[in-house]
Antibody, heavy 119, light 112 residues
Framework: QVQLQESGPGLVKPSETLSLTCTVSGGSMNGYYWSWIRQPPGKGLEWIGFIHFTGSTNYNPSLKSRVSISVDTSKNQFSLNLASVTAADTAVYYC?????????????WGQGTLVTVSS | EIVMTQSPLSLPVTPGEPASISCRSSQSLLHRNGYNYLDWYLQKPGQSPQLLIFLGSDRASGVPDRFSGSGSGTDFTLTISRVEAEDVGVYYCMHALESPRTFGQGTKLEIK
């Protein structure tokens, strides 16, 4: 059973960089795409971007200037960096795996981690 | 980007009764391969979202057959044939046709 676990600081100061890591267990990262999704408190879901296990990336244009996703398959991890954060970036951040079938839907999700942007 | 619009946003349902959620996209999600690039997710209270339906109508592994997806192009529907108490939560549609993937606003299903 594939499991994903987000980790990183729960509090980030405005203008700083939010950094999170997703650790994958119970399966290999090889052959799959991996995404970050966020959810502001009480609101809906926003796709941030994904990375292929080979390192190729695709980002949401609304965040593209500030976001970077990287992968380390030797550690079974992928990471999110979001620069110049503001209070609007306060959200629960989820990592997820894309299935290899059909629409490549998000078939495994982490439990999510709340990141608050505040001084 | 493709805009996804769900209705209703709130859906009170009596257990055992059917329920339907509509999802409309601002452009067709019908790929040239003949498949609709539309997924449905359920976020139960306090949990991460879970995949219910992909390709518009294919149930994900382990999803009860009371859940079904239908529609094509820009109009899609998620139907629960007989709602159970465990079905409460927020349902989201999401397109998978291009980047960026976008979600509907969510439909909150509650038990009457």
């Amino acid at each position: 059973q594939v499991q994903l676990q987000e980790s990183g600081p729960g509090l980030v100061k405005p203008s700083e960089t939010l950094s999170l890591t997703c650790t994958v267990s119970g399966g290999s990262m090889n052959g799959y795409y991996w995404s970050w999704i966020r959810q502001p408190p009480g609101k809906g879901l926003e796709w941030i971007g994904f990375i292929h296990f080979t390192g190729s990336t695709n980002y949401n244009p609304s965040l593209k200037s500030r976001v970077s996703i990287s992968v380390d398959t030797s550690k079974n991890q992928f990471s999110l960096n979001l620069a110049s954060v503001t209070a609007a970036d306060t959200a629960v951040y989820y990592c997820a795996r894309h299935s290899n079938s059909g629409t490549n839907p998000l078939d495994y999700w982490g439990q999510g981690t709340l990141v608050t942007v505040s001084s | 980007e493709i805009v996804m619009t769900q209705s209703p946003l709130s859906l009170p349902v009596t257990p055992g009764e059917p329920a339907s959620i509509s999802c409309r996209s601002s452009q067709s999600l019908l790929h040239r391969n003949g498949y609709n690039y539309l997924d449905w997710y359920l976020q139960k209270p306090g949990q991460s979202p879970q995949l219910l339906i992909f390709l518009g109508s294919d149930r994900a592994s382990g999803v009860p057959d009371r859940f079904s997806g239908s529609g094509s192009g820009t109009d899609f529907t998620l139907t629960i044939s007989r709602v159970e108490a465990e079905d409460v939560g927020v349902y989201y549609c999401m397109h998978a046709l291009e980047s960026p993937r976008t979600f509907g606003q969510g439909t909150k299903l509650e038990i009457k």
